[in-house]
């Protein structure tokens, strides 16, 4: 994929709309005159409005960038008010589900490789949903309030959710007792094959082309061999008013861990966002994408890692054996960043070697150059190897080849 | 240098009576309850918040990242209201102008290996524009502003400056007759001679401090083999507020252009902004840095460049030859992504050959992997170079092995 990027801020009006009872959640900027603005909330929706403006009829990027969300933030699980949202996305119209696919893939490659243990990726079909929701008579204004009871099952009890349709929702007793059979169902493709034996599901056509739409993604994810990864989940329903189609969300299934950092990538398929954008463009632009969550996937990182990670890329620090070397240290230490060495050096006249040579321990760097003017008379100088505390005397004219050889070769690891 | 990040946005308060005149060039985030926040406007500050909250000492640290200002953009001078800054600043308490000097010395290697042409690094120091002000009979509660009057000298004829120090910032005609001839001087070691011999100036506490800094700082920078690209330059103010020594700006001499993009960077001293966000605390902790206007410098470099940029990585592209080849297709990719190739292919079930070569063709992909009924039979697949168009068999066995051959040699340029 491309890479693009978009401001940190658009029109209020791009947002509004888009993200159902999360619209709370969005930062406003003050109004100083001008356009009305706020901080993106994801960056899909960016996506979208720039696929429109730039009139794309098909593109394929990924986005590394910041979101905001006007929420509270918990930090062992990850979750900012500011934090990095990768974007993976394929726009254009193209044949059903080959795209969808190639998302799931990527998920699954990006959660194996980050090596944060077991996931599973939960799969379900917009249209699906709104077919069974027809079929059980869930009347049509309701299925986005439904929808949002639904998504809460992974944390909430069937009891608890089946009492907010009723009560809240204002769905019939009748109408969620049909539902709920479908509802708590999981599991891969015996229960597509379940599912596509239904008449009540044969009969509508939502439901069949959800079905259709799975039946190919299973085919396809399993030559891609993620079929194992998938769970299909008829209570995933993903809180977002812009998807149309195929949604999943990958979740983390290490239950060691006393917090659970919940869903670290979602997605799904957006067909009539673009089109928002601009009403009177003919041509549709439909989509398909994935959000990692790349800061929940850190956080899990970091509470396995003790390593202490080396934060500079300092290859040869210039070091001072007594006083009244400084503007020698600064000669030499020119010489190293001409040659493109990364090179520096303490910003005190005369500070103590030691001193010296601890800040070199300290933040790893592999090598110092010590200067003292007994060597310097002799065209000499020290080299340390920091690791070992081993010291070498260096002619000066062949300092530079000498630490290109060494810093070829692999010294300390750069993590 | 180590990196570091801050949030996007910080409290009001971090920013208010840090900018000078530009503070009305702040992006507020509008009043949603809670902390009253707005967008950060440079580096500097937030970067002195961050020393400061975590009880700093000493940081050496670069910041590559975005700033806003609501400003009116001029997009051909690479003017923005969302921008790239690339910021490096030391913070610590070490000896005079060593770190400064480093300053400027970064400065000159970034423009010289940016390859923008010619350039100067304006410098001056704001304890002598003190010292001089109080020389010369301004009152000292009017130095900021005749500060921002005098920063207006690169662009503004003197007559007219001058014209707004008396109608405008009050100050006496013959406050600025004593003033004029010093504002005019610019040069290098020989005006800091020159005014070391001025008596008035010997006898004012800022002014020697200041000329003592910059003796020291011309002795470095010659060392460091930039002092033939410093001009000093009374006239130098730069509008924020919170300078206290060394300031300098780096412009481009290229005059070729239509346009002038200005500075390109620019920077100095600070020794109170970190100590302005913690009063309590005991420890000054003094700053120097520089910020680098990556977007002018890269709205520079594009005038210049001609040649078409690659925007994808993408290695090989498994192609069709004709129907009925997709999960096939799906089957070789699933392969190449395996074996850790960047690959791709096209999300159309039966896509036209030459429509996946064009493609190739146009997003420079260096290999197309085509397949065809007859070869699969055989175990075969043709491996096609993109740009010579060349073709060979090559047997399924070993693809990957081919492959990773070829790429390890230089192919296309991938720039």
Known sequence: AITIDTPVFELKEVLTGKYGDDTKLIYDLKDQGGELLALRYDL??????????????????????????????QITLGRYREFYQCDFDIAGTYDPMLPDAECVKIVCEILSEAGVGEFKVRLNHRKLLTGLFEVCGVPAEKFRSVCSSLDKLDKTPWDEVRREMIE???????????????????????????????????RNRDACEALEDLRLLFQYCDI???????????????????????????????????????????????????????????????C????????????????????????????????????????KRLEILNQLWNAGFMAEHSYKRNPKLLAQLQYCEEHQIPYAIILGADELARGIVKLREIPSRKEVEVMLDTLMEELRCRLSLPTLPLL
Chains 1, 2 share one sequence.
């Open 168 to 202: 809240q929702k204002g769905l019939d007793e009748e109408t969620v007792d049909r539902l709920t059979p479908y509802i708590t169902l999981h599991g891969g493709l015996e229960l597509y094959k379940q599912l596509a034996e239904e008449e009540q599901l044969k």
């Open 44 to 73: 899909t929706v960016p996506f979208a409005r720039y696929v429109s403006m730039n009139n794309i009829a098909n593109i394929k990027r990924y986005h590394i960038a910041k979101v905001y969300r006007r929420d509270n933030p």
């Open 288 to 327: 398909v994408g994935v959000s990692i969550g790349v800061e929940r996937l850190f956080s899990v990182l970091e509470t396995r890692s003790f390593a202490q990670i080396r934060t500079n890329e300092t290859e040869v620090y210039v070091a001072s054996a007594h006083k009244g070397l400084h503007l």
């Open 224 to 286: 891609l061999n993620v079929s194992n990864r998938i769970s299909f989940d008829l209570s995933l329903a993903r809180g977002l008013d812009y998807y149309t189609g195929v949604i999943y969300e990958a979740v983390l299934l290490d239950t060691d861990r006393e917090l659970s950092v919940g869903s670290v990538a979602g997605g799904g398929r957006y067909d009539n966002l673009v089109g928002m954008f601009n009403p009177k463009r003919k041509q549709q632009v439909p």
